[in-house]
């Protein structure tokens, strides 16, 4: 099992910053890659940014150059830098935990707002 805690969403203005984080418990060491996705009201849940334990990274093309996706394996943690935030950006933030197999699991999310 593995539990994911996303934290960092919030409100803020257009061309803002916000980073949001997401610790990782339980049976860490099966965890292949993770990353970040999105949902805004009435869309399909999104790929944002991933990173593999090889610290590769890959980036939806409405996000590159904006965020940067990165980890601290000592704290079991990833991050998403999140800048010149638009009000497109507006989601539910997940973080997502990729093991073998196809074995996924998600946090709750956190919600993100930009305002114009």
């Known amino acids: 099992q593995v539990q994911l805690v996303e934290s960092g969403g919030g409100l803020v203005q257009a061309g803002g910053s916000l980073r949001l984080s997401c610790a990782a418990s339980?049976?860490?060491?099966?965890?292949?890659?993770m990353g970040w996705y999105r949902q805004a009201p009435g869309k399909q849940r999104e790929l944002v940014a991933d990173?593999?334990?090889?610290?590769?990274?890959n980036y939806a093309d409405s996000v590159k150059g904006r965020f940067t996706v990165s980890r601290d394996k000592a704290k079991n943690t990833v991050y998403l830098q999140m800048n010149s935030l638009k009000p497109e950006d507006t989601a539910v933030y997940y973080c997502?935990?990729?093991?073998?197999?196809?074995?996924?699991?998600w946090g709750r999310g956190t919600q993100v707002t930009v305002s114009s």
């Open positions: 339980g049976s860490i060491f099966s965890i292949n890659s």
């Open positions: 997502k935990g990729s093991l073998a197999f196809g074995i996924n699991y």
């Open positions: 990173i593999t334990n090889s610290d590769e990274t």
